[in-house]
């Protein structure tokens, strides 16, 4: 079962996320000293620390229970970076995928117009940041590149989400709020990003 972003993410009042995507890389030092970095099998997946802002306890009792019903198995989560609101775009789709799995063309932006670096945006809800973008064609096309590599599969056409992005995940490492008369502490957990 899949808890959309109004059924829990959005009540949860989050007080700071470090959302990241982990390096899928394996590294060796030779007798010579030199470092060498290979890629390794597996996808790349976002990862994030979540620690929720202190409540009153009434307030409390539902995020606990938010939290209890996430950690349920079968459970998975959408959740995005509530302090990031991209351009306001609908229409985006992907139009094709370099070999390197990275670099992406996207259609149905407005001419001229351009992404940043540090720019999000999701396809089939996987989360990607933007590391490199060009200016919009004549057409609404722009070539991108992207972290952490597009998912394998995604099929050109697919719509790109470019205002509030969002990824599917699973809820872990729950420290639950300590409560102290009535005022609880901040609870924290853990997610990690699902393929859907």
């Given at each position: 079962m899949?808890?959309t972003?109004?059924?829990f993410?959005?009540?949860?009042r989050?007080?700071?996320l ?7 890389k394996v ?7 030199q ?19 202190p ?10 229970t ?13 959740i ?10 609908t ?25 940043r ?13 933007v ?6 064609n ?6 991108i ?7 394998f ?44």
């Amino acid at each position: 079962m899949i808890l959309t972003r109004d059924q829990f993410w959005d009540r949860l009042r989050v007080r700071s996320l470090d959302l990241f995507p982990p390096a899928l890389k394996v590294t060796s030092r030779t007798a010579g000293g030199q470092v060498i970095s290979a890629r390794r099998f597996g996808e790349d997946l976002w990862r994030a620390s979540v620690m929720l802002a202190p409540h009153h306890y009434g307030s409390g009792r539902e995020r606990r229970t938010l939290l209890a019903l996430a950690q349920q198995p079968g459970m998975q989560v959408l959740i995005n970076d509530p302090t990031y609101v991209g351009p306001n775009r609908t229409g985006v789709t992907l139009q094709a995928v370099a070999s390197d799995n990275r670099t992406l063309t996207v259609a149905g932006l407005a001419q001229g117009s351009a992404l940043r670096p540090g720019d999000y945006l999701s396809i089939n809800q996987a989360l990607y940041s933007v590391v490199t973008a060009g200016p919009a064609n004549a057409q609404g096309r722009a070539t991108i590149a992207i972290i952490p590599h597009l998912r394998f599969g995604t099929p050109a056409g697919a719509t790109v989400e470019l205002r509030q992005p969002e990824m599917l995940a699973v809820v872990e490492n729950i420290q639950p709020a300590t409560f102290e008369a009535a005022i609880a502490g901040a609870a924290s957990f853990t997610i990690q990003q699902v393929h859907p």
